[in-house]
């Protein structure tokens, strides 16, 4: 069973922490992404990765930043943030389009309120 | 620009009714076409998919066909149950190098017994 963890299921922040939250999955897939989920807006893209070190922006990255060191793993980054990143933060993995296995797995979530 | 379009609702059935949740998208090419589901508190698991225009996708009870000629994959069950409430998202991935899923805003289902 391909599996993707997320580090929290809910966190508490202040406005102008940094704050970190890790994804890991054990499929050996080389794309990973990070959405953010709100009521009314579905799912919109944050950043993906499609390689170790390297990365893309999705639809909506300003105000966050992302890592991927290890091929497992991928980190979504808040540099400061802010109340209007309080939301649910969906990681989710998949081997790339060409390899015809186009399914996406997707991490349990993040609840992230800042306050 | 790609897009799908499907109803927020919410959707509230009785058990045991038929579903159809519609699904519309606009694609510069020629997607795969996928449902996902999510049930309370947990991330998004496929529920079914079609790659290609007259393919019928199906899992769980539940069907989508997709119609080109529509640009649609509406979602169809012939009889819901309550353990099927739940957020239901239609999405697309594009052919080609796009590595990106461009996802519908999700439709919540919900059953009443």
């Known amino acids: 069973d391909v599996k993707v963890t997320q580090s929290s299921r809910y966190l508490v922040k202040r406005t102008g922490e940094k704050v970190f939250l890790e994804c890991v999955q054990d499929?050996?897939?080389?794309?990973m992404f990070w959405y953010r989920q709100d009521p009314g807006l579905g799912l919109r893209l944050i950043y993906f990765?499609?390689?170790?070190?390297?990365?893309e922006k999705g639809d909506i990255p300003e105000g966050y930043s992302v890592s991927r060191e290890k091929k497992e793993r991928f980190s979504l980054i808040l540099e400061s943030a802010s109340t209007n990143q309080t939301s649910m933060y969906l990681c989710?993995?998949?081997?790339?389009?060409?390899?015809?296995?186009?399914?996406?797995?997707f991490g349990p979530g993040t609840r992230l309120l800042v306050l | 620009g790609n897009s799908v379009t499907q109803m927020e609702g919410p959707v509230t059935l009785s058990e045991e009714a038929f579903l159809t949740i519609n699904c519309t998208y606009t694609?510069?090419?020629?997607?795969?076409l996928f449902w996902y589901v999510q049930y309370p508190g947990e991330g998004l698991q496929l529920l079914l998919k079609a790659t290609k225009a007259d393919d019928k996708g199906s899992n769980k009870g539940f069907e989508a066909t997709y119609r080109k000629e529509t640009t649609s994959f509406h979602l169809e069950k012939g009889s819901v149950q309550v353990s099927d409430s739940a957020v239901y998202f239609c999405a697309l991935l594009l052919s080609g190098g796009y590595q990106k899923v461009t996802f519908g805003i999700g439709t919540k289902l919900q059953v009443i017994p």
């Open positions: 990765s499609y390689d170790v070190k390297m990365k």
């Open positions: 989710a993995s998949r081997f790339p389009r060409t390899s015809g296995k186009e399914t996406q797995y």
């Open positions: 694609a510069t090419g020629y997607p795969s």
């Open positions: 499929m050996d897939h080389e794309n």
